[in-house]
């Protein structure tokens, strides 16, 4: 059975850095459109980065509510995917959840429902 396991959420002053953590388990991450969801209280979950398969043009994705403060990166002999996440802010208060999805990743934003695989998540909570 597939497995996501995320790690690296914490608390940080406004302008800090943290950087997340998704561990994949029982399937290679580099097959895997991999994607970073968020959820705050009261919202609903949405998408804030993904990282295509590892095939010969890799495509990513970044928000435009966290362009130039988040990169997703992934590190295929530790079969983990990473969300950088700096100059964060307290809007980016949110449980951080990593997803995966075995079709087609491209450029676009997606939709909880768009992926089939889900970590427990990790909290990251920014205080001003």
């Known amino acids: 059975q597939r497995q996501l396991v995320e790690s690296g959420g914490g608390s940080v002053q406004a302008g800090g850095s943290l950087r997340l953590s998704c561990l994949a388990q029982?399937?290679?991450?580099?097959?895997?459109?991999m994607g970073w969801f968020r959820q705050a209280p009261g919202k609903e979950r949405e998408e804030v980065a993904h990282?295509?398969?590892?095939?010969?043009?890799?495509?990513?994705f970044i928000d435009d509510s966290v362009k130039g403060r988040f990169t997703i990166s992934r590190d295929n002999a530790k079969n983990t995917v990473y969300l950088q996440m700096n100059s964060l802010k307290p809007e980016d208060t949110a449980r951080y959840y990593c997803?995966?999805?075995?079709?087609?990743?491209?450029?676009?934003?997606?939709?909880?429902?768009?992926?089939?695989?889900w970590g427990q998540g990790t909290q990251v909570t920014v205080s001003s």
């Open positions: 029982r399937f290679s991450a580099s097959s895997a459109c």
């Open positions: 990282i295509s398969a590892e095939t010969s043009t890799v495509y990513t």
């Open positions: 997803a995966a999805r075995f079709t087609w990743c491209g450029t676009g934003k997606w939709t909880i429902s768009d992926f089939r695989d």
